[in-house]
């Protein structure tokens, strides 16, 4: 087994811990001096605090080391995955590169396996994505998860390699649909966190998890995704676990915002930045998606959480 993950933060450290399950696997520190810290206390205090890191992980700050493994993944947060892919694009443009991100870039709309196929077209891109928090993967949980990618054989293989004792994948060729899963559904969890921030109840939040899921198959579909995806773990299962969870930063940042509270700017919450760039897509494409909208709104504090849901219930009454 060669594989390496790219990023120590908490799902990528939590990535690591299982995969060393089945052999060694080497995980990559930005910082020479957390890399030291992991090595020698056999921990992530800073962001997995409370998970001892097995001795097959190796820790390091050195990029080489990860362009000794064949397959890399990609723990890194979805709008610094061009910048990491540039930075590092000599040792890393013919290898097998797993995005673990979830997302849409704001810049240029494209989701995280379109990114690695334009900034390194010879590497052999995949994405794993789907309902999972770190603490559960990282104490043993078990986690089902999405493998997608547009190489069938290569799937196959990645399956068999990237499968631990508790995380269980399943994979398809749908890079769009598994793609587009994993970011819509942040911004519905905004969505969900404010209803339930600003005290509208359960019944609403059940509402706009369900026009929120018509909204994500609506442009996913619109853009050539296959339904089943949508229907799947990276679709319906991670918008269940995201959208009723305080886990979720994105469901953390909704509340927040429901709340009138501040919200911690050192957080990284991918649905944010997807937010706006779906709106501005869905805009140019002509597709509407007013929950999106609300949420756009509701992050650039032009509406309030009741002023977006008296939008919503005031539009034009239809079939569903």
């Known amino acids: 087994m060669s594989v390496a993950v790219l990023g120590s933060g908490a799902f990528g450290t939590a990535l690591a811990v299982s995969l060393a399950g089945n052999g060694p696997v080497t995980l990559w520190s930005r910082s020479a001096e957390q890399a030291g810290l992991m090595r020698s206390g056999r921990e992530n205090r800073l962001r997995l605090p409370g998970v001892r890191l097995p001795e097959p992980l190796h820790v390091t700050s050195d990029v080489a080391e990860v362009a000794n493994c064949a397959t890399v993944l990609l723990a ?4 610094k995955l061009r910048e990491a892919l540039t930075e590092h694009a000599e040792k890393l443009r013919r290898h097998v590169l797993v995005a673990c991100c979830k997302g849409i870039e ?3 709309g494209m989701g995280p396996v379109a990114i690695i196929s334009q900034v390194l077209p010879d590497a ?8 999972s928090f770190a603490q559960d993967i990282a104490h043993g949980l078990p986690t089902a998860l999405t493998l997608a990618c547009p190489d069938a054989d290569l799937s196959a293989d990645l399956q068999a390699e990237l499968t631990t004792g508790n995380v269980r994948l399943y994979r398809t060729t749908d890079t769009v649909g598994a793609e587009l899963g994993g970011a819509l559904k942040n911004v519905i969890a905004i969505a969900c966190g404010a209803v339930i921030g600003a005290g509208l109840g359960d019944s609403a939040r059940a509402a706009l998890m369900t026009r929120g899921y018509a909204e994500m198959q609506r442009m996913a579909l619109a853009l050539g995704a296959r339904p089943e995806t949508l229907a799947g773990l990276s679709g319906f299962g991670d918008l269940a676990l995201t959208c009723t969870s305080d886990l979720s930063r994105n469901y953390r940042l909704g509340l927040s915002l429901g709340r009138g509270d501040a919200f911690d700017p050192s957080i990284t919450v991918e649905g944010a930045a997807t937010a706006r760039a779906v709106d501005a897509k869905a805009k140019e494409m002509r597709l509407d998606m007013p929950i999106t909208h609300c949420v756009t709104g509701l992050l ?3 509406l309030t959480p009741n002023e977006a849901m008296a939008q919503l219930l005031a539009r034009p009454l239809k079939e569903e």
């Open 76 to 79: 890194v947060p979805m709008q």
């Open 106 to 108: 704001l810049k240029s």
């Open 124 to 131: 052999r891109p995949a994405l794993l994505t789907g309902p």
């Open 300 to 302: 650039d504090h032009s």
